[in-house]
């Protein structure tokens, strides 16, 4: 491992400790050149499948844009930071378990939809309105509608 402060190429570690999650491993290195301290985390290099949009693209799973838009959805609602990222978490361990090489669009907003549905259904219905961009208020009332008769109208 290279010393970020003078570059050298050899350090030795120090000391080792899982991190909070279980997912990564924190070190504590020493530059054997410059003495300095650091940290560097390692982590397992997750294979994520390429997502299909709509119009047949391909491209690269964006965990950022997928909770951009989450945090859109819950923006002033009662739904924290961490809750988003456990979210998003879960998404990502379900498409890899998928074992899938490429998944569409449609199904990873499905999946978060229904996340959102058991989380908070004002943010269920917002991200809905977009995902699914309703053709008229029709639609919209049609969805809504449905969630009340499904005993919905509570918040997480």
Same mark, same amino acid.
């Given at each position: 491992?290279?010393c970020?402060?003078?570059?050298?190429a050899? $350090?030795?570690?120090?000391?080792s400790?899982l #991190?909070?999650?279980? +997912? +990564?491993?924190r070190? %504590?290195?020493?530059? @054997?050149?410059? #003495?300095?301290?650091? $940290? $560097?985390?390692?982590?397992?290099?997750?294979i @994520?499948p390429l997502?299909?949009?709509?119009?047949?693209?391909?491209e690269a799973?964006?965990?950022?844009?997928?909770?951009?838009g989450i945090?859109?959805?819950c =923006?002033?609602?009662p739904?924290s930071v961490? $809750?988003? /990222?456990? @979210?998003v978490? %879960?998404l990502?361990i379900?498409?890899?378990?998928?074992?899938?090489? =490429?998944?569409?669009s449609r %199904?990873? #907003?499905? /999946?978060?939809?229904e996340? @959102?549905?058991?989380?908070?259904?004002?943010?269920?219905v917002?991200? *809905?309105?977009?995902?699914?961009?309703?053709?008229?208020? +029709?639609?919209f009332?049609s969805?809504l509608?449905?969630?009340l *008769?499904?005993g919905? #109208?509570?918040? *997480?």
């Amino acid at each position: 491992m290279k010393c970020p402060f003078c570059e050298f190429a050899d $350090t030795k570690v120090i000391d080792s400790r899982l #991190g909070k999650e279980g +997912n +990564n491993i924190r070190r %504590r290195r020493e530059c @054997l050149d410059c #003495g300095r301290r650091f $940290t $560097t985390y390692e982590r397992v290099e997750e294979i @994520l499948p390429l997502v299909i949009k709509k119009d047949g693209r391909r491209e690269a799973f964006d965990r950022m844009k997928i909770i951009s838009g989450i945090q859109r959805a819950c =923006e002033k609602r009662p739904v924290s930071v961490a $809750t988003v /990222e456990r @979210l998003v978490d %879960r998404l990502e361990i379900s498409l890899q378990e998928s074992g899938e090489r =490429e998944i569409a669009s449609r %199904r990873i #907003g499905q /999946e978060v939809m229904e996340a @959102l549905h058991e989380i908070d259904e004002v943010a269920y219905v917002r991200f *809905a309105s977009v995902y699914r961009q309703f053709k008229d208020i +029709n639609e919209f009332m049609s969805e809504l509608k449905e969630i009340l *008769a499904r005993g919905g #109208g509570k918040t *997480a």
